[in-house]
């Protein structure tokens, strides 16, 4: 009887811990936070203008990341520049996002401070009609921050880019990919604007996959945020509720066991094949 009784008490008080703690943990931070120079301090300042307006806005980052891609030319070392332009460019993409727009649909007709108007476009980095933009939100990576169990210090690859953490929606990814994460997915990718005339085009870059990037007849190091779909999945997905419960009433699980890619597929690199145990889950291999 004793023993039935502590067994009892430490049981529940595994539970309570597994409550009490969380895997991780997000935090948007506002966009005061994430301006770190005076340009782009100036360049908020003149966003605030243009509330109700997100066209305009468009057009005064797009002005804004043309300047500094110009200035980059003149000097491609320049790590500040770099920094005004990858800030400019999150910015376009929180619009699209907030915005509802569609570039990759049709150029979308942005206002500029000179008499022609920006015409601004996505390549969708995916042909698959399931994979297209419109069926993912896109978080600039820059707005978040993370905390918890198993959220180490965050490490960003400086370099050329925003990047971003693509969300799906409300499809089930598994049901078009076999080794697809999940039902849904959370990926990493870095976003560059290229100009050329007043045409502005999007891509969206793998950084699993592309080390640098060409820009204006430069190569640059393509910049990225490893940490943020990876924690950013651990907040939504809470894959400890699941721990638990998996290892009391295996049955419910049992046709659950898959295998899930954590990037595309890549016949140049070597498959590695991690496999948790009972009472985990695939947050096992999440690196603090």
């Known amino acids: 009887m004793r023993a039935k009784k502590l067994t009892f008490i430490l049981l529940a008080l595994s539970l309570w811990a597994v409550g009490c703690t969380h895997y991780a943990q997000v935090q948007k931070r506002s966009i005061e936070d994430v301006t770190t120079t005076s340009e782009q301090k100036a360049l908020l300042k003149s ?27 003149a ?90 953490v693509v969300v799906g929606k409300d499809l089930d990814f598994t049901k078009y990919d076999q080794f697809a994460q999940g039902k849904q997915v959370f990926y990493g990718l870095t976003s560059t604007v290229n100009f050329e005339g007043r045409n502005c085009n999007i891509e969206m870059r793998d950084p699993l996959d592309e080390e640098t990037v060409p820009f204006d007849g430069q190569v640059y190091p393509l910049a990225a945020d490893f940490q943020s779909p990876l924690a950013l999945a651990l907040a939504e997905l809470n894959p400890e509720k699941k721990e638990l419960a998996g290892m009391f009433k295996p049955d419910m699980y049992e046709g659950a066991a898959r295998l899930a890619r954590l990037q595309r597929y890549n016949p140049n690199k070597i498959p590695v094949v991690c496999i948790h145990g009972l009472g985990n889950s695939p947050s096992t291999w999440a690196p603090a």
């Not at 997100?54 to 030319?73: K, N, Q, T, Y």
């Open 47 to 73: 966003l605030k203008g243009l509330e109700g307006k997100p066209l305009a806005r468009l057009g005064a980052l797009l002005d804004a990341a043309d300047a500094a891609r110009i200035r980059l030319a």
């Open 75 to 164: 000097s491609p070392t320049d790590t500040l520049t770099q920094s005004n332009y990858n800030f400019a460019v999150s910015r376009i993409m929180e619009i699209i996002e907030e915005e509802h727009l569609a570039p990759w649909d049709a150029p979308v007709a942005c206002p500029s401070s000179s008499d022609e108007s920006w015409q601004l476009s996505l390549t969708a980095p995916d042909p698959r009609p399931e994979y297209r933009p419109s069926n993912f939100e896109i978080l600039p990576a820059d707005r978040y921050d993370f905390k918890g169990k198993l959220v180490g210090e965050r490490i960003l690859k400086q370099g050329l880019g925003a990047p971003v």
